[in-house]
């Protein structure tokens, strides 16, 4: 019994939905949403594709446009820097002298015999401490730790001192001290003054 | 029925579209070490101080 008014539903529908369908109404609606999936299909497969293309080459223009302001600024500043190094380049090797790429210090040894030698002091000794030749790359620079005694009245010290600090090479005073010594072998003593220094010496890390 | 799939459409562009922006900004056309401009100024004190020092 349920099952013939479950068919005769389903009959009374469709003939229902046939008559609909022929109607004017109906028709108009058929042909409109034939129109749309139409419509949906070729934005699906032509659309779709147009417009990823047009917005790639959109944004590529744009960041390409970007990118050649950027490399024409970089072609000025290096012209710039080239028209630098061409004035200055006869006097970069100053550079090399204040802050050579290996530790010469063979040359702080020169220098400090000079330095003595010319303000008439005497150098009593002169010690480097070690360097290492495995240095940290993070560290822009190498140091060597030297110390040094010198002898003689205080005028003659406070040049040998200013010679130190008036060196092209880097070097950095850290402690200075100065005692009285006397010198004994003659009629009257002799008080003569000793300076310790301590320092460093930079170096380029390569 | 036809107005969804309309929008699945629409919506599916979007989604292309916003892909394809989103993968060109992840790969710049230059890198920054190539975008990297020097400064040409140079300080010429310190080769003016260097001259007087002695050596």
Not at chain 2, 8 to 21: E, M, P, R, T
Request: hydrophobic share 40%; aromatic share 8%; net charge positive.
């Amino acid at each position: 019994m349920n099952t013939d008014n479950t068919s005769l539903d389903q009959k009374k529908q469709q003939a229902r939905n046939k008559r609909f369908l022929q109607s004017p109404q109906g028709k108009s609606l058929t042909w409109l949403s034939l129109s749309v999936f139409t419509v949906v299909f070729f934005l699906i497969m032509a659309i779709r594709p147009t417009v990823i293309t047009i917005t790639k080459l959109i944004k590529e223009i744009e960041e390409k446009e970007a990118a050649s302001l950027l490399l024409d600024k970089k072609i000025n500043s290096l012209i710039a820097a080239q028209k630098v190094y061409a004035v200055n380049s006869q006097r970069l090797p100053m550079l090399n002298q204040a802050l050579p790429e290996k530790s010469e210090f063979p040359w702080l040894a020169n220098f400090l015999d000079g330095a003595a030698l010319s303000s008439q002091v005497e150098l009593s000794s002169l010690s480097f401490e070690k360097i290492n030749l495995n240095p940290q790359k993070s560290s822009p620079c190498q140091l060597i730790n030297f110390s040094t005694n010198a002898k003689g009245d205080y005028l003659n010290l406070k040049n040998f001192v200013s010679l130190l600090e008036s060196s092209r090479r880097l070097i950095k005073i850290e402690l200075t001290g100065i005692s009285e010594t006397k010198k004994k072998g003659e009629e009257k003593t002799n008080t003569m003054l000793q300076l310790n220094i301590s320092g460093v010496m930079f170096f380029e890390n390569e | 029925m036809a107005i969804l799939a309309l929008l699945v459409a629409v919506v599916w562009i979007y989604l292309g579209v916003f892909k394809v922006l989103k993968r060109l900004e992840e790969k710049p056309v230059l890198t920054p070490q190539e975008t990297k401009i020097i400064n040409p100024q140079l300080d010429e004190e310190v080769f003016d101080e260097l001259e007087k020092r002695n050596f």
